[in-house]
């Protein structure tokens, strides 16, 4: 079964810019998170969708937000970047009956110079 | 609030030592679970062993032990027979059953000396 996979792995951005990633999902996994990853504050959570509706969201503003299509793909988009932006985004899969097991993808370095 | 402390930034291990990480959290809640991942240079997050919170028997994955403290609500992981495979970030974390957000560490770096 082919694991949790991101596009694009890397990203550089200039401040202002916007971006969108995206994550594909293990085969038969409905839920999809996402999180940020930065030096010295782990992992954040940003949001979780299901069935294609966001059911769970972090503390982050409202330039990020995301979607999930009718396949389970999720893309994640971030507007207006800021150099504070730079990190891992990480997403992960699970079926919501075994929810205790999230499987990560490799991620997205996001660069915004 | 609801937050996860792991206060070792880094730590170092003789190859073939054991090692102890730390981690502390904080909630209300009495039903969740907890977590051990290892994410290596440049690859994936793994999960490395993984606790329920009703379960007094501390769970192990061969090498891999916790030492879980659900009064003082901390979740010490311990990694017996160190190997250089084992040099990684190890991050600690839970999730409330019934709730799908999970709470990470900010982590711990773990070098393992040969």
């Known amino acids: 079964k082919a694991g949790v996979t991101q596009t694009p792995r890397y990203l550089i951005k200039t401040r202002g810019q916007q971006v969108t990633l995206s994550c594909s999902p293990i085969?038969?996994?409905?839920?999809v998170s996402w999180y940020q990853q930065t030096p010295g504050q782990g992992l954040q959570f940003l949001f979780e969708?299901?069935?294609?509706?966001?059911?769970n969201k972090g503390n982050f503003p409202g330039r990020f937000s995301g979607r999930q299509f009718s396949n389970s793909r999720s893309e994640m988009n971030v507007s207006t970047l800021e150099l504070g932006d730079s990190a891992l985004y990480l997403c992960?899969?699970?079926?919501?009956?075994?929810?205790?097991?999230?499987?990560f993808g490799p991620g997205t370095r996001l660069t915004v110079t | 609030a609801q937050t996860v402390t792991q206060s070792q930034p880094e730590m170092s291990v003789q190859e073939a030592e054991t090692v102890t990480l730390s981690c502390t959290y904080d909630?209300?809640?009495?039903?969740?679970?907890l977590f051990w991942y290892k994410q290596p240079p440049s690859r994936q997050m793994i999960l490395v062993i993984r606790?329920?919170?009703?379960?007094?028997q501390n769970a192990t994955e061969n090498r891999f032990s916790v030492n879980f403290q659900k009064a003082a609500k901390s979740f010490s992981l311990k990694i017996s027979d160190s190997q250089l495979g084992d040099a990684a970030m190890y991050f600690c974390?839970?999730?409330?059953?019934?709730?799908?957000?999970?709470?990470f560490g900010t982590g711990t770096r773990l070098k393992v000396l040969a």
């Open positions: 969708y299901f069935s294609e509706t966001q059911r």
């Open positions: 085969s038969g996994h409905r839920s």
């Open positions: 974390a839970f999730k409330i059953i019934g709730t799908y957000k999970y709470i």
């Open positions: 909630t209300s809640e009495s039903d969740y679970y």
């Open positions: 606790q329920e919170a009703y379960k007094q």
């Open positions: 992960a899969s699970s079926n919501r009956d075994r929810d205790y097991e999230q499987y």
